[in-house]
């Protein structure tokens, strides 16, 4: 099977994490901590020195979840948050040893389509993960040379990045409890006739 | 420990200015502490997406190559290199 059959193929993707687990949150390189005072809970990748406070106060580790989770595959995390497909993660870790490849060779190499690869080199331009230079050709024309950017920069760009979409599916649970909650309130004397997710769904402007 | 075509191209560029000729791979190997077979691939590769051109005796470097040096990036950060027609 070529690899232009793997982009849209999700449930491939998620391979073994299916299962949800416990996880230990005693024994993690991240740490989340929860106000004692406030329902504010915040995700640190780093131990902070002092602990982290919420309106002053020093904020508690949570050391358990009575939720299970799906362990993330790291190819489903890069569709899911970025939109960026196996083909795009494929290209950025390609390490090719004699140097440079041509869009054709790397498609030959990786075994796509070469429009596939060139789609997705400006894609991952636009994306932020590559840059492309443009330099002069003696015979005329130019050469596009797509290259990373600095591991330092992507590592936190990546993570800000993440972050952001970590808020953005955060702030859609917290609104779904939210909502939840006011419809049972409003609808209770006359029944819960609906199925309450449905009409979340329907009343979220971009769905 | 073998070469980056990174260096394999400084090595070139900086063999081709001290002499202004162009640069066999024999050359370029003793530089690196290579050997020729280790270095012909990747100036080959080279030659292929235009940093270096190949001539009669050996191999100059290009303007795109030239070019390439001034962004301060290494060989080993480019995913790929698209020659486009003028």
């Not at chain 1, 075994?111 to 994306?127: H, M, P, Q, S």
């Amino acid at each position: 099977m070529s690899n232009e059959d793997s982009d849209t193929d999700r449930t491939r993707l998620s391979g073994p994490s299916d299962e949800r687990q416990q996880v230990d949150l005693r024994d993690c390189e991240y740490a989340i901590y929860r106000c004692v005072d406030c329902n504010n809970v915040v995700l640190t990748m780093r131990d902070c020195d002092g602990g982290i406070t919420c309106h002053g106060e020093t904020m508690e580790r949570v050391t358990e979840s009575t939720l299970g989770v799906r362990t993330p595959d790291i190819r489903q995390v890069l569709l899911d948050a970025f939109g960026l497909p196996k083909a795009g993660l494929d290209i950025c870790l390609c390490v090719i040893g004699d140097g440079p490849l041509s869009p054709g060779e790397l498609a030959e190499r990786l075994d796509y389509e070469e429009g596939t690869i060139r789609k997705y080199l400006n894609e991952l331009v636009e994306f932020g993960l590559l840059q492309k230079s443009q330099l002069n050709r003696e015979s005329g024309g130019f050469v596009n040379v797509y290259h990373s950017i600095d591991l330092e920069e992507m590592r936190e760009e990546t993570l800000v990045g993440f972050y952001v979409w970590a808020g953005e599916a955060a702030s859609l649970i917290e609104e779904a409890n939210l909502t939840k909650e006011d419809y049972r309130e409003t609808d209770a004397k006359d029944g819960l006739n609906e199925v309450f997710w449905e009409q979340f769904a329907d009343e979220r402007p971009n769905d | 420990m073998p070469q980056t075509p990174h260096e394999v191209l400084v090595a070139t560029i900086e063999a081709y200015e001290a002499e202004h000729e162009p640069v066999c791979e024999r050359t370029v190997a003793r530089s690196l502490e290579a050997t020729p077979a280790e270095v012909q691939r990747t100036l080959e590769r080279l030659d292929r997406v235009e940093f270096l051109a190949a001539t009669g005796n050996g191999y100059r470097p290009t303007v795109t190559a030239c070019e390439f040096l001034e962004l301060d990036i290494t060989l080993d950060d480019v995913a790929a290199v698209d020659l486009v027609d003028g």
